[in-house]
């Protein structure tokens, strides 16, 4: 058996060593990653973050293009906005759905500048700070914000209506949210500096992915970060805390995409996807994901027919 | 190569919340907990199967079934029926722990040469001490070797705690790769690394102190 301890150790020094050298030569594993950008000419490499609607935005856009002769090539589901955000500098992706707020908010030093909240101011300071190389397009009149959201029994404990209502309590409540909020301003710094919340405890779960909404209708935390176009909220009969102090911008849904890969088909296609989403069709349609558990493909392709964009 | 986060002497103080060797120790405790529960399930039912030879399918086929189970998703399950909280976090582990423990009962028991349990039998010997004096001290070569992976395995994949809001080493990972700080996830990899090999370690020397002379100057 001597044996076996020599293989499991020598099992554990590759493993080390092969981690090592695969984070060693850079810093972000994403950087050394050909793979998006070195696709056929005139593809577009189009990718999402990891929650169902942006996966579903993400595939609406690929079939209006696709409808329109461009090659798409999916890369969905990669992760928070820290992540592809850098994935979309260095070219292993082109295209994205972003809210126009959460953008703002995640490049502009500090956050976004008081007063900046509503849709076309918030779209003016964007295309500011943008990085170098990639563009928005038009924003859709869709917006879905982040909530504070708890449940009808919490609201009425404590008689919350707004994020204010949750200072004096917040003490014996615990938050749950993408771990990405322990260190964003529009997490859990904004909550303290411009509303002066703080919390008992946070729980890193999902951007309020099914793991939240389970923590919230258990009780195991009592506030949970979710999306206001969430299905969840209405079928839980959840409460949205108001946001009187707009730490949470206007959140639109706007393509962001690379320059070098943008061009008039393209402009054209994307366009005419923002002109036809509402807060209302985005609600229904991500419903048939979240409730129905549709396929999010044929979920995109409905919406696209029944706005005669394909 | 950036180890900056490793190597920061904030992220080493203990009385910080998050801090490295916070999560490490609660590391440490979930492995633990998954390593006992899961002996105190496998090692008993391995010892029976290997001892009467009976429901041996049993073994080789949860074995072979418990190895294929995904423990991510087995992990989101339980949270979806228990909620939140340690004891969904120890179910996936434990049912990653028991296959390599249960299988190498077994197997160890099995390898053993029939004479020599024929000739404790012959002695005397009670069924019952047949085990625990001879087939038991024979098969602990085998049986520590599965003890050993499983404990590996577990050390690696306790990580997934991280996933649904508890701590251990995973958080290094999980939160360095939301907020990309990729700094974190590679100090995170390397502590679990060393701790995997620093078990494997004590786990090898425990191996040399329990195992009957006799038996290693046999090979």
């Known amino acids: ?310 | 190569m950036n180890l900056s986060y490793l190597f920061d002497a904030a992220h080493w103080d203990f009385s910080t919340s998050g801090s490295i060797p916070q999560l490490l120790l609660s590391h440490i405790w979930y492995v633990f907990l998954a390593l006992v529960i899961g002996t105190a399930i496998a090692l008993p039912i391995g010892l029976y199967i290997g001892h009467t030879g009976r429901g041996s399918f049993i073994a080789i086929n949860a074995g072979n079934a418990g190895r294929s189970l995904p423990t991510l998703g087995l992990l989101m399950l339980m949270v979806t029926l228990l909620g939140l909280g340690l004891l969904p976090v120890l179910i996936a582990l434990t049912v990653l722990v028991i296959p390599p423990i249960l299988t190498s009962a077994y197997a160890g028991l099995r390898s053993l040469d029939q004479r020599v349990v024929d000739a404790a039998r012959g002695v005397g010997m009670r069924p019952w001490q047949v085990l625990t004096r001879v087939e038991l001290p024979m098969a602990l070569p085998v049986l520590m070797s599965g003890f050993r992976s499983a404990a590996l395995q577990v050390v690696a994949t306790a990580t997934v705690a991280a996933a649904v809001g508890l701590g251990g080493l995973g958080r290094l990972l999980i939160d360095g790769l939301a907020v990309n700080d990729y700094s974190r996830v590679l100090a995170g990899a390397i502590v679990v690394a060393v701790l995997a090999v620093l078990l494997d370690l004590i786990l090898a020397l425990a191996q040399r102190w329990i195992i009957s002379p006799g038996l290693r100057a046999s090979r």
């Open chain 1, 1 to 310: 058996m001597k044996r076996f301890g020599r293989f499991s150790l020598v099992s554990a020094a590759v493993a080390l060593t092969v981690a090592l050298t695969a984070c060693g030569a850079d810093e972000d594993p994403l950087a050394n990653d050909n793979g998006g950008g070195s696709a056929a000419p005139g593809t577009i490499t189009v990718g999402s973050a990891n929650f169902a609607e942006s996966e579903l935005l993400a595939e609406i856009y690929s079939q209006a293009l696709e409808a329109k002769g461009v090659q798409v090539k999916r890369q969905f589901n990669i992760g928070a906005r820290e992540l592809y955000l850098k994935a979309l500098q260095d070219g292993s992706i082109d295209l994205l759905p972003e809210y126009n707020g959460a953008l703002l908010s995640a490049l502009q030093k500090g956050g976004a500048a008081e007063g900046v909240s509503s849709p076309e101011d918030v779209l003016a300071a964007l295309k500011k700070v943008l990085p170098s190389g990639t563009e928005v397009l038009e924003q859709a009149a869709a917006e879905d914000k982040d909530t504070l959201t708890v449940t009808q029994e919490t609201a009425t404990k404590y008689s919350l209506k707004t994020i204010d209502d949750l200072k004096p309590v917040a003490g014996q409540l615990t938050i749950g949210a993408g771990p990405e909020w322990q260190e964003r301003f529009q997490g859990l710094k904004g909550l303290e500096q411009v509303y002066g919340v703080k919390f008992k405890e946070f729980k890193p779960l999902d951007a309020g992915g099914p793991l939240t909404v389970n923590a919230l209708t258990k009780n195991q935390i009592q506030v949970g970060n979710i999306f206001s176009t969430d299905s969840s909220i209405a079928k839980n009969k959840f409460v949205v805390l108001e946001d009187p102090k707009n730490l949470y911008l206007a959140e639109n849904i706007i393509p962001l995409i690379r320059t070098t890969a943008n061009n008039p088909t393209v402009t054209g296609a994307l366009n005419a996807v923002s002109a036809k989403l509402t807060t209302e069709n985005l609600t229904t349609t991500l419903a048939k994901v979240q409730l129905d558990k549709q396929d999010t493909a044929s979920v995109a392709k409905g919406w696209l027919s029944e706005n005669g964009l394909v």
